[in-house]
């Protein structure tokens, strides 16, 4: 990779995390769907309607355990398109925002903004980041030493 392609995607990934997190702070702002707003206010409503809720903005929320390279997380897929995008929640409370435009793969921790935290917090909060459930495959395998 030049360091041409690598000026133009960083930007990239900043115009993406942006993005996102100015959709998650309507959430966190104004309840995660329009029957929680008791507001009257038509930008917002109008934002509802663009947006929907926020049970129907991420594509997918999975456990994946760990590997040989990285301890298990929850990843929450955003967009499978060009890029992909997706919110890694890990059990230490760490926050990877993860973009793979073709044939690249970015990831920047966002775990201290506090948009992305409360992502973070609501999704326990309604019991879907179950870490305790995956107590196993938590952390990343290493393997034994032959030695011993």
């Known amino acids: 990779m030049t360091l041409e392609n ?3 995607t960083l930007p990239l990934i900043a115009r993406q995390i942006a993005s996102r997190r ?7 702002t104004h309840g995660t ?18 947006l929907g809720n926020f049970f129907e903005y991420g594509l ?4 994946e355990p760990a590997n040989e390279t990285e301890d298990g ?14 919110l890694r929640f890990f059990p230490c409370g760490r926050i990877e925002f993860v973009s793979k435009p073709w044939f690249q793969f970015h ?4 775990t201290s903004d506090e948009v992305f935290c409360w992502v973070r917090d609501y999704l326990t909060d309604i019991s879907c980041l179950d870490f ?6 938590l952390y990343h395998w290493e393997p034994e030493d032959e030695d011993e």
């Open 60 to 63: 997918e929320l999975a456990f």
């Open 107 to 110: 990831r920047q921790d966002v």
């Open 132 to 137: 305790e459930a995956h107590d196993g495959e």
């Open 22 to 28: 100015e959709d998650f702070a309507f959430w966190m």
């Open 33 to 50: 769907d329009e029957e929680c707003y008791e507001g009257t206010d038509a930008e917002v409503t109008d934002a509802f309607k663009r």
């Open 6 to 8: 690598v000026s133009q």
């Open 73 to 86: 997380h929850f990843r929450y897929l955003l967009s499978t398109g060009d890029p992909h995008e997706e």
